[in-house]
Structures are given as C-alpha cells and as structure tokens.
C-alpha cells in the first residue's frame, strides 16, 4: 500500500491546466478567468442619485429641520434621462428617480419620505436638512478605470460576471470546462430500469459520477455502461480520448479475474495500479491515454466499483485532479475542511490505512463548535449512508474514535 499523499502527487501531477479559450461571458461562469481585467470604464459612469426624490442645492436645505423651506419644482429627471434639460438653480428642486443622473446645479438628494408636494404640484416642502452629496453615487464611486476588477486565476462568480458586464466585458478568456466521460464496466449492471435477473444489480455509479462531475463544475457527458471483455473497454476508452479531456471508470480495477480496466489502461496508455492506504477506496488505477489526433494524453481515473468507494475516490483523486486541469490554485483544490467534536464514538480498527467515515456534520451555535456523528453503516457498498452523509470524517490510523475527539472534516455540502 502507499500513502493518499503520494497517490495524490502520482495523479496531481498529470492533470494538466488545460489552453485558455475567449468565450462570451454568458458561458464563463464556474470557469477560471485566464486573464486580469483593469476595467475601461467609470462605475457609475456619471453621479446618480441613490434614492427616489427631490434633486436640491444642500445649501437651500440649511434649516429645514426645524422649518421647512419650501422649493420650486422645475422638471423630473427619471433614469435613462441626461438631465441637462432640468438645471436645479438656487430655491429650485427637480423630481428625481433612482439611478437617474443628478442635474446640473443639484449637489444632494432629499429623499421623497422627507418632502411634501403642493397641491398644485409647483412646490415642495423640503423636511431635512441635508448635507452636500446625500445620497448621490457620485461617478467612478465604485470602479475606476485602470482598476483591478478581476484577478487571472479567480473561478468565476455569479458576482464576477456581474462586474464583467457592469464594466463592459462581452468576452472573456478562460480555462476551459474539462469534458468529462463517465464509463461503468461490469457483467452484472443492469442500466434500462428491467427487472434485475439472477446476479445482476442496478447500474447506479454512472449516474452518481456524472452527477458528481457537474456539480463540481465539469461537464459530463455519458459513455455508457461496458461489459468486462477486453476488446469493449479498449473501443471504449479509445473513443472516450478523442472526445473528452478526461475519463472516469468505475469497476474492473480489484484483485478479480475479470477486471480488465486496468489491464487495458496499462496497455493502451501510461498507468499505475494503486493499492492506497485508505478506506474505503483502496485500488485505483490511473493513468493517460495519447490521444491519436492531437497527441494529449487524456487522464484517465480507473475508481473501484464499490459505489461508496468511487464517491470518495472521486472525492480525493478526480474532483482535484479535474480542479487543477481547469486552472484552479493548488491551494483550493480540496473540499473545505474543518475540526470537529465527534458526538459518539467513530468505530475503526488498526489496518495501517486512514479511514473516511460518512458522517453528519453540523454547527452547533451555542459552543461555535462543529459536530459530527456517523450517518450510518460504513460498508463500502452501503449507499444509504452516503446519501445521509454531508461530510467525510478524516480518521488516522488507529482504535476507535472516542466520543469528545477533534477530528478533521471534509465538508462535501455547503
Ligand atoms: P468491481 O470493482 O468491478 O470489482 O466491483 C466492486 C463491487 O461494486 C461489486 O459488488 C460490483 O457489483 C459493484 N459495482 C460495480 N460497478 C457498479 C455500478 N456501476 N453500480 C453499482 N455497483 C457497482
Ligand atoms: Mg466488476
């Protein structure tokens, strides 16, 4: 067996960031921007009010707390307006609408819960005094051109975006989406919802793959399910290159006789074998395959079949794999993790290998302290579990985790 440490680095190190792409903005959320953006633009492109009401000279204003002035009302200003046509001179106010620009002469807001409007409409009793700039957004408040707005490296926001098309943005150069294809191999699935016959089991890997694949952010896309024979896998994992920027297999990479996963991945690609000092999830065979039509060599994740197994496989070796090769730091490759109080005991053996348990994880208010019980049995094949499962406890090699113990915590749901 080998450390998750060096299984890591051994997969780490032939995932590759893959070539920038210009891609409308539309299409580049989740993606790492591949280039720094110093904004062209003034935001606000001109002072605007920030409230709805009267466009004033602040001086007019002076004394109003105690006694209302009254002001001419000369015209209204509502967004999308210049303002040009209604200048604000002393004793005047204009009408104003939020995001409308304030008009030539006005220097402030009063907001209209402070005014009263005449009856016949040609005044208004200002209530407040204010002072100059109330509630005005003056221009370049908030960027400036020349600013910094988005640093190369950042994964794209639903804020991001936002701030490329408030300073003009339409395209943008990012790392591309991996496209990811997920293969099951085994004789015994059954993927077309009929009545399972002697020996056979439901397909249900595939389907947690992909889904884990997009809502990591990639994009998945289905290879469908291939029987154990050599010459399936190989037609397979040959035509999932030319199409996709990694593969992801489950099943045929155990000790069995008919686990040809990895007998075709050493043969047709560049792989290792590896039996890893951790539960569940211990084999994985990963390697690369060139790619014939432009000589990539594709990655390929050989996770065990155990359905539990290949969500934390995914877990330790895909999800960051497919991170770094969509330009992700290496310091957010990993799920975040925190420290937390197990609740009951975490039961384990000695084995030599680090165990991650399904657990529940929640914050518990009033110590601030996470916490952490088993979410059920811990086979690998045990599904139940995993879906009641929010968290992966990290336990080190050892005797049972007593109940009150610190232990780390990947956290696989916000
Ligand atoms: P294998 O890694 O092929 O030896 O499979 C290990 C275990 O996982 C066996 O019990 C398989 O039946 C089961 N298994 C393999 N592939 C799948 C799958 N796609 N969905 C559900 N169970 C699977
Ligand atoms: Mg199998």
Not at 18 to 26: C, K, Q, T, W
Not at 38 to 57: C, H, I, L, Y
Not at 291 to 318: I, K, T, Y
Not at 354 to 380: I, K, L, M, N, P
Request: hydrophobic share 45%; with cysteine; proline share 6%.
């Amino acid at each position: 067996m080998i450390e998750l440490a060096e299984a890591r680095g051994f997969v780490l190190a032939r995932c590759v960031g893959a070539e920038a792409v210009v891609v409308p903005i539309d299409e580049a959320l989740d993606c790492v921007i591949a280039e720094s953006i110093r904004s062209v633009e003034q935001v606000p492109p001109f002072a605007n009010t920030a409230m709805d009401g009267f466009a004033v000279r602040a001086a007019d204003t002076l004394g109003a707390d105690d006694r209302p002035v009254s002001l001419r009302i000369v015209g209204t200003v509502r967004a999308g307006m210049s303002g040009l046509d209604t200048p604000v001179g002393v004793g005047d106010a204009a009408r104003i609408m939020t995001g409308a620009p304030l008009p030539p002469g006005a220097d402030a807001v009063v907001m209209v819960e402070r005014t009263e409007l005449a009856v016949d409409g040609s005044t208004v009793l200002v209530r407040s005094e204010v002072p100059v700039g109330n509630h005005v957004r003056p221009s370049g408040d908030d960027i400036e051109p020349g600013d910094l707005v988005l640093e190369a490296g950042t994964v794209l926001t639903a804020a991001h975006l936002g701030v490329l098309a408030t300073v003009g943005m339409a395209r943008v150069s990012v790392i591309p989406r991996p496209r990811v294809g997920v293969i099951s191999t085994g004789d015994e699935l059954v993927d077309d919802g009929s009545p399972l016959g002697p020996g056979q089991i439901r397909d249900s890997n595939r389907l947690t793959l992909r889904s884990l694949v997009r809502s990591s952010g990639f994009e998945a896309i289905d290879l469908g399910l291939v029987r154990d024979d050599e010459s399936a896998i190989e037609a397979a994992l040959l035509a999932g290159v030319e199409r996709c920027d990694a593969l992801v297999t489950t099943g045929g990479v155990s000790m069995g006789d008919f686990d040809f996963i990895k007998v075709v991945l050493d043969r047709i690609g560049e792989m290792r074998w590896m039996q890893i000092a951790i539960k569940p999830a211990k084999p994985l065979a990963f390697g690369t395959i060139t790619r014939s039509s432009d000589g990539v060599a594709v990655p390929v994740f050989g996770l065990p079949g155990n359905p539990v197994s290949s969500m934390v496989s995914f877990e330790l070796f895909c999800r960051p794999g497919l991170r770094q090769m969509s330009g992700i730091n290496a310091n957010f490759l990993d799920r975040p993790s925190v420290m937390a109080l197990a609740d009951e005991p975490l039961q384990r053996r000695v084995d030599g290998k680090t165990h991650f348990a399904r657990v529940w994880c929640h914050y518990d208010t009033e110590t601030a302290t996470y916490r952490v019980r088993s979410s059920g049995a811990q086979g690998s094949h045990h599904m139940a579990s995993m879906a009641a499962a929010n968290a992966l406890a990290v336990l080190p090699d050892g005797a049972t985790i007593q109940a009150g113990t610190a232990v780390r915590v990947l956290l696989l749901a916000p």
